[in-house]
């Protein structure tokens, strides 16, 4: 068998691999491609000859074809390339095009090995002098053969972004893109990524570019669906971070990569597409133990959402509100519904009984019919983080909303740690497959492997033997928790030493949220320290306040108690929420993670700086 590749420069190699120089010549390709490429494989002798030697007398020509198929014969065998007075052929299985293989791999939806064999245009930087027959059926073979390596690398990279795999997704879309400049569907794949990675100047450079372009050669602007999504880009939220923290080319922020995840991330994407498709509502529930990466999992799905156009309400409960009746609806109000575009719409007595804060007779129809005022004008997605917190009235009813916005694109998303156990959640769970489309997905400690790719994520100098060692030590000291594998990375980038430090995880089945500061290893709490030390001054003024007073503490309370500055203060929040050690809605800020403010309260609080922050927000000792 000849197997020829044709989707980049073109080569023909035999089965061991070899690639014999008399094949490579430009006629034996084009005739070999060109058959392999036909109706049944065969033409006619004529057409051939006036294909490829028609600049040649007919003898000659002759002669040239016969002396082409005879060298064909010899590497493919005698029978895979059959002829008669007038008509030459390729038997099936003489020759592998690349081309019969990609078709092969999308029919059977691999689309990763489809990507492997594109390797640039179809017969790129081929031509033949003299054959302009041949040229023109390459350039239209050549087309066709863009447009579906395009759509290929595509498909892969909605894959990959669905299972939060954005840089390899980022990758494609440049590919893409230089095959097919024109191609908008390219440049939108391309933008999602870059958002998704946090470099929204990145991906409105290349928008802006890409329009200029369109303009000054085409008098053109991009399709709407592209102007859209460059909408929502601009809309993305621009941090305000140390330069240290802005590792992109824009100088934007990069996040730690999303590993170990893609299957649930590609569950709850999947969920998402089904409820914006068909207009109907849906649920999902992230479950897991605290630092188990229940909110990153949240956040990778709304940003996804946010691209698509839609709205995003948000609230975080704490233990207290659990106690307060109507505290997660009212949060949830002030958490972006009740600025949502198309909430005038709703009954001005919901918007009044919700804006005051107040609830009336019926706060669970109220909070129903703003929520519904919304959902006519584009895709809601109501995010609870902590719902286990969330009061028993504000849980009944966002499941009374699920039930009542029956026909609306309503995405609800809750997560969840298996303590305290929450009846109304239970039930929230129950209804899914049954009343409710949706999914619950469990995320648990990270795999080997899983802290391998961190590891040599935040040290891309180690080599295999290096990465083997800190990622065993960093898996065992860690429990495999992703807060505190990313913790002890980071700050093993940062210089600390593992080699002086002792301890392991102190019980197997111990969750973090049962784990006292005293119990933890030796090396998670210097980790802890160590990106304590990172932040920049204001910043830990701003968490060594929060990590004392406890709780949400709203923003005020936190600048006057910190002693920082509102400029200060608005940047050192940002940097702390983007460290993902501060959690932010708009009643205030908390810890993401009980033990490390336990650990700052603990070690990085003296006792005057103790006295002074309660002092200074009116509490007591």
Not at 157 to 166: F, S
């Given at each position: 068998?000849?197997?020829?590749?044709?989707?980049?420069?073109?080569q023909?190699?035999l089965e061991?691999?070899?690639?014999?120089a008399d094949?490579?010549?430009?006629?034996?390709l084009a005739?070999?491609?060109?058959?392999?490429r036909?109706?049944?494989g065969?033409?006619s002798?004529e057409h051939?000859?006036g294909?490829?030697?028609?600049?040649?007398?007919?003898?000659?020509a002759?002669?040239?074809l016969n002396?082409?198929?005879?060298?064909?014969?010899?590497?493919?065998?005698?029978e895979?390339?059959?002829?008669?007075?007038?008509?030459?052929?390729?038997a099936?299985?003489?020759?592998?095009?690349?081309?019969d293989?990609?078709?092969a791999?999308?029919?059977?939806?691999?689309?990763?090995?489809?990507v492997?064999l594109i390797?640039g245009?179809?017969?790129?930087?081929?031509?033949?002098?003299?054959?302009?027959?041949?040229d023109?059926?390459?350039?239209?073979?050549?087309?066709?053969w863009?447009?579906?390596?395009?759509?290929?690398?595509l498909?892969?990279a909605d894959?990959?972004?669905?299972?939060?795999n954005?840089?390899a997704?980022?990758?494609?879309?440049?590919?893409?893109?230089e095959?097919?400049r024109e191609?908008?569907?390219?440049?939108?794949?391309?933008?999602r990524?870059?958002?998704?990675?946090?470099?929204r100047a990145?991906?409105?450079?290349?928008?802006?570019?890409?329009?200029a372009r369109l303009e000054?050669?085409?008098?053109?602007?991009?399709?709407?669906e592209t102007r859209?999504?460059?909408?929502q880009?601009?809309?993305e939220?621009?941090?305000?971070?140390?330069k240290?923290?802005?590792?992109?080319?824009?100088?934007?922020p990069?996040?730690?990569?999303?590993?170990?995840?893609?299957?649930?991330?590609g569950?709850?994407?999947?969920?998402?597409?089904?409820?914006?498709r068909?207009?109907?509502?849906?649920?999902?529930?992230?479950?897991?133990?605290?630092?188990?990466?229940?909110?990153?999992l949240?956040?990778?799905?709304?940003?996804r959402a946010?691209?698509?156009?839609?709205v995003?309400?948000?609230?975080?409960?704490?233990?207290?509100?659990q106690?307060e009746?109507?505290?997660?609806?009212?949060?949830?109000a002030r958490g972006?519904l009740?600025?949502a575009?198309?909430v005038?719409a709703?009954?001005?007595a919901?918007l009044?009984?919700?804006t005051s804060?107040t609830?009336?007779?019926?706060p669970s129809?109220t909070f129903?019919?703003v929520?519904q005022?919304?959902?006519?004008?584009q895709?809601?997605?109501?995010?609870?983080?902590?719902?286990?917190?969330v009061?028993?009235?504000?849980?009944?009813a966002?499941?009374?909303?699920?039930r009542?916005?029956?026909?609306?694109?309503?995405?609800?998303?809750?997560?969840?740690?298996?303590r305290?156990?929450?009846v109304e959640?239970?039930?929230?769970?129950?209804?899914?497959g049954?009343?409710?489309?949706?999914?619950a997905?469990?995320?648990?400690?990270l795999s080997s492997?899983a802290v391998?790719?961190?590891?040599?994520?935040?040290?891309?100098?180690?080599?295999?033997?290096?990465?083997?060692?800190?990622?065993?030590?960093?898996?065992?000291?860690?429990?495999?928790?992703?807060?505190?594998?990313?913790?002890?990375l980071?700050?093993?980038?940062a210089?600390?030493?593992?080699k002086?430090?002792?301890?392991?995880w102190?019980?197997?089945?111990?969750?973090?949220d049962?784990?006292?500061p005293g119990?933890?290893?030796?090396?998670v709490?210097a980790?802890?320290?160590?990106?304590?030390g990172?932040?920049s001054?204001?910043?830990?003024?701003?968490?060594a306040a929060?990590?004392?007073?406890g709780g949400r503490v709203?923003?005020?309370?936190?600048?006057?108690?910190s002693g920082?500055?509102?400029?200060?203060?608005?940047?050192a929040l940002d940097?702390?929420e983007?460290?993902?050690?501060l959690?932010?809605?708009?009643r205030?800020?908390?810890?993401?993670?009980?033990?490390?403010?336990?650990?700052?309260?603990r070690?990085?609080?003296a006792?005057?700086q103790?006295?002074?922050?309660?002092?200074?927000?009116?509490?007591?000792?």
């Amino acid at each position: 068998m000849i197997v020829c590749r044709t989707l980049g420069p073109v080569q023909a190699t035999l089965e061991d691999g070899s690639a014999p120089a008399d094949l490579q010549w430009a006629k034996n390709l084009a005739l070999l491609v060109y058959l392999a490429r036909s109706p049944r494989g065969t033409r006619s002798r004529e057409h051939l000859i006036g294909l490829l030697w028609g600049d040649k007398p007919q003898s000659k020509a002759r002669h040239s074809l016969n002396t082409a198929l005879s060298l064909l014969r010899g590497y493919a065998g005698e029978e895979s390339v059959p002829s008669d007075g007038t008509q030459v052929s390729l038997a099936s299985g003489g020759v592998q095009l690349d081309t019969d293989q990609l078709e092969a791999f999308l029919a059977a939806r691999d689309l990763a090995a489809a990507v492997a064999l594109i390797k640039g245009e179809f017969l790129e930087g081929f031509s033949i002098k003299g054959a302009s027959q041949f040229d023109d059926w390459m350039t239209a073979e050549r087309e066709h053969w863009r447009r579906r390596s395009v759509e290929t690398l595509l498909w892969r990279a909605d894959e990959l972004l669905a299972g939060g795999n954005v840089a390899a997704a980022l990758e494609l879309g440049e590919r893409a893109l230089e095959l097919d400049r024109e191609s908008e569907g390219a440049l939108r794949a391309l933008m999602r990524s870059l958002a998704l990675a946090g470099d929204r100047a990145g991906a409105l450079k290349r928008f802006d570019a890409f329009a200029a372009r369109l303009e000054r050669e085409l008098g053109t602007a991009p399709a709407p669906e592209t102007r859209t999504l460059a909408a929502q880009v601009r809309l993305e939220r621009t941090w305000r971070l140390p330069k240290r923290a802005l590792a992109s080319a824009e100088g934007e922020p990069q996040r730690t990569p999303l590993v170990g995840r893609a299957r649930a991330l590609g569950q709850l994407v999947d969920v998402w597409t089904a409820c914006r498709r068909d207009r109907r509502p849906a649920l999902a529930v992230i479950d897991g133990d605290a630092g188990a990466g229940k909110t990153r999992l949240a956040e990778e799905l709304l940003a996804r959402a946010r691209l698509d156009g839609a709205v995003i309400v948000a609230v975080r409960a704490v233990e207290a509100d659990q106690r307060e009746a109507w505290s997660g609806a009212l949060g949830l109000a002030r958490g972006g519904l009740l600025a949502a575009p198309g909430v005038a719409a709703a009954p001005p007595a919901a918007l009044a009984e919700l804006t005051s804060g107040t609830p009336g007779e019926a706060p669970s129809r109220t909070f129903s019919l703003v929520l519904q005022a919304v959902a006519d004008e584009q895709p809601v997605a109501v995010f609870v983080d902590d719902a286990q917190w969330v009061d028993q009235e504000s849980l009944l009813a966002l499941g009374a909303a699920a039930r009542d916005l029956d026909r609306s694109p309503l995405l609800i998303v809750c997560t969840a740690t298996p303590r305290p156990p929450r009846v109304e959640l239970d039930e929230l769970r129950a209804r899914i497959g049954r009343e409710l489309k949706g999914v619950a997905v469990q995320v648990g400690a990270l795999s080997s492997d899983a802290v391998r790719v961190l590891a040599h994520w935040a040290l891309p100098a180690f080599d295999d033997v290096e990465l083997d060692r800190l990622t065993r030590r960093v898996a065992t000291d860690s429990a495999g928790i992703p807060l505190l594998v990313v913790a002890l990375l980071e700050a093993v980038a940062a210089g600390l030493d593992l080699k002086r430090l002792g301890g392991a995880w102190p019980e197997p089945l111990h969750t973090l949220d049962q784990t006292l500061p005293g119990e933890l290893p030796d090396a998670v709490v210097a980790a802890i320290r160590v990106l304590f030390g990172k932040l920049s001054g204001p910043a830990r003024q701003v968490l060594a306040a929060a990590a004392v007073l406890g709780g949400r503490v709203p923003a005020s309370v936190l600048g006057r108690a910190s002693g920082v500055g509102k400029q200060a203060l608005d940047a050192a929040l940002d940097e702390l929420e983007w460290a993902r050690l501060l959690s932010a809605e708009p009643r205030g800020y908390s810890f993401v993670a009980r033990i490390v403010r336990d650990v700052i309260d603990r070690d990085m609080v003296a006792a005057g700086q103790r006295q002074r922050i309660l002092e200074a927000a009116g509490r007591t000792a």
